[in-house]
T-cell receptor
Framework: AQKITQTQPGMFVQEKEAVTLDCTYD???????LFWYKQPSSGEMIFLIY??????QNATEGRYSLNFQKARKSANLVISASQLGDSAMYFC????????????????FGTGTQLKVEL | DVKVTQSSRYLVKRTGEKVFLECVQD?????MFWYRQDPGLGLRLIYF???????EKGDIPEGYSVSREKKERFSLILESASTNQTSMYLC???????????FGSGTRLTVV
């Protein structure tokens, strides 16, 4: 079964508008972490935002916010005031467990959403 | 800034060749990972290592092996390259807290 599901292979948004990229996850762990990464056409993976399973507030980083709904197991990324430079592939990822050493730091990725910002 | 450096950006190899992909990080991270990225499939974990000489299989280890002789270096080895191993390969490392993941810039490998 897919652990991370991103159901939108491609999205378009007008410049200056907000856009939501969907992500649902599946885990039986109580402690886990959720991440969003941006990958422009250059190929680098850029960390955007992190949400811990015990964090009560939704994470925010500038124009990025993570809409964390634990009961629904969803972790949608909201980008406010889209810019042309936001055009990229976006990946949702999950780290199960508490991290620390051993295998507890594996990241599992979704298949990604290609976002295109238009004028 | 933490840096993860992958030795080659682009690589073309012949079927049957032994291929080494090198990854070096400069922040004393215990955990290092190799992923492969294919269109429509996202990033899939090949192998990871949580200490020197320690390694564990990820989701798609077949056809690959790894080596970690020093903490800062994690090598991915394709024992006998095949065309279905044509892909983008990404290395990553992370602190013990499991939050500060850093990725290399990737190696695009073509096997002909």
């Amino acid at each position: 079964a897919q652990k991370i599901t991103q159901t939108q292979p491609g999205m378009f948004v007008q410049e200056k508008e907000a856009v939501t990229l969907d992500c649902t996850y599946d885990t039986s762990d109580q402690s886990y972490g959720l991440f969003w990464y941006k990958q422009p056409s250059s190929g680098e993976m850029i960390f955007l935002i992190y949400q811990g399973s015990y964090d009560e507030q939704n994470a925010t980083e500038g124009r990025y916010s993570l809409n964390f709904q634990k009961a629904r197991k969803s972790a949608n990324l909201v980008i406010s005031a889209s810019q042309l430079g936001d055009s990229a592939m976006y990946f949702c990822a999950m780290r199960e467990g508490r991290g620390l050493t051993g295998g507890g730091n594996k990241l599992t990725f979704g298949t990604g959403t290609q976002l295109k910002v238009e004028l | 800034d933490v840096k993860v450096t992958q030795s080659s950006r682009y690589l073309v190899k012949r079927t049957g060749e032994k291929v080494f992909l090198e990854c070096v990080q400069d922040m004393d991270h215990e955990n290092m990972f190799w992923y492969r990225q294919d269109p429509g499939l996202g990033l899939r974990l090949i192998y990871f290592s949580y200490d020197v000489k320690m390694k564990e299989k990820g989701d798609i280890p077949e056809g690959y092996s790894v080596s970690r002789e020093k903490k800062e270096r994690f090598s991915l080895i394709l024992e006998s390259a095949s065309t279905n191993q044509t892909s983008m390969y990404l290395c990553a490392s992370v602190t013990w807290t499991g939050r500060g993941y850093t990725f290399g810039s990737g190696t695009r490998l073509t096997v002909v």
